[in-house]
């Protein structure tokens, strides 16, 4: 390689937008640059401590139940306190919502900003122990109120959020974000510690059909999404199903390859699994920017848009379809034929 040519390759990388350069130039909102340093900097510890795991001794279960009565993993509790020191040391945040956490944590007034967070800071928690990807899931509203922060800062409709992404830890670990306008993918380059920006992040002008659902649950599920899952799998082309079982990776294989994701309610989990506040409104907004569709199916008498749920308490559920226009609107179809 000539001298020039190296030149030229180092000033190439220099040009890259790091996380936070993309940020303060997208946002021109510093306060958003610090609170989002302080996210990517509990990812980066997150992302070492998944892929330590197996030699940290970090698999396996905590010994307590969550506030959603799952089993607590090691690596869930350890995610959860990097994310609460991180953004607590931050500065900006008034108040922080966790999957882990009963009840949501009141920043102390010295340290306090103006940022509401919601976030799963490790969710696909039954995929640890077995290496498959996992990620971190948030969300972030600002407050309007001011004196001491309630929950009532948080529960509110998506609609509200500034800003939303999730980190996957998987082969490579992809940071993808939204502050309302598009949606991008930073890739970590272990060898700078940086998230390198990787572009805009859409459905493909040609999804490729692919269905994916927890299809176990068939048999509680209502008969519209019955039906829908029958479509898909009814020829002469029928489409691929594809779980992982981790929303981040559904998600993100989603929005990359085409398809459609779906958690609906059932019989015994009458509002779905997935929790409003760090998963489905976060991942609505991101599925929604990115170009697609993100809806509840039938869900307290009428069909809508996630972003428009109010959670009515912390750790709320909602049933959730989101994916292209295509088939997001082939599942619809069933509830709208009546
Ligand atoms: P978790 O937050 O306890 O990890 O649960 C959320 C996960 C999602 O990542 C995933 O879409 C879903 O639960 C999988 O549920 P199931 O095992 O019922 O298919
Ligand atoms: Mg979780």
């Avoid at 969550?66 to 306190?81: C, E, M, P, T, W």
């Avoid at 640890?128 to 990807?133: A, F, Y």
Wanted: hydrophobic share 40%.
């Amino acid at each position: 390689m000539s001298s020039s040519k190296a030149v030229e390759d180092v000033e190439a990388e220099v040009d890259k937008y790091t996380l936070s350069a993309f940020i303060i130039s997208h946002t021109k909102d510093k306060e958003m640059t610090i609170m989002m340093n302080a996210m990517q900097l509990a990812c980066k510890l997150i992302a070492r401590a998944v892929r330590k795991a197996g030699v940290a001794n970090l698999y396996g279960l905590h010994g307590s139940a969550n506030a959603s009565g799952d089993d607590v993993k090691k690596l869930d509790v350890l995610s959860n306190d990097i994310m609460i020191n991180a953004l607590r040391n931050s500065g900006m945040c008034a108040l922080l919502v966790s999957e882990e956490e009963e009840k949501p944590i009141i920043i102390p007034e010295e340290l306090r900003g103006k940022y509401c967070l919601a976030f799963d800071p490790l969710d696909g928690s039954s995929n640890i122990d077995c290496n498959v990807s996992t990620g971190t899931i948030f969300s972030v509203f600002e407050r309007k109120s001011t004196g001491e922060p309630t929950v009532d800062d948080i529960l509110r409709p998506g609609t509200d959020m500034v800003a939303a992404g999730y980190c996957m830890y998987g082969s490579a670990t992809d940071f993808v974000v939204t502050f309302g306008n598009g949606v991008h993918r930073f890739t970590l380059d272990d060898s700078v510690g940086e998230f390198i920006h990787f572009g805009e992040m859409k459905f493909p002008a040609k999804n490729k059909t692919i269905y994916s659902c927890n299809e176990g649950n068939f048999t509680l599920w209502d008969d519209k999404i019955q039906k829908a899952t029958e479509m898909f799998k009814a020829g002469p082309k029928p489409y691929s199903a594809r779980y992982v079982g981790s929303m981040v990776s559904d998600v993100h294989r989603t929005i990359l390859y085409g398809g459609v994701f779906y958690y609906p309610a059932d019989k015994k989990s009458t509002k779905g699994k997935l929790r409003v506040l760090y998963e489905g409104l976060p991942m609505a907004l991101l599925t929604e920017q990115a170009g697609g569709l993100a809806n509840t199916g039938m869900f307290k008498g009428k069909l809508g848009r996630i972003m428009e749920v109010i959670p009515e308490t912390i750790h709320d559920r909602c049933p959730i379809i989101m994916g292209c226009e295509r088939d997001v609107e082939k599942v619809l179809a069933f509830y709208k034929e009546g």
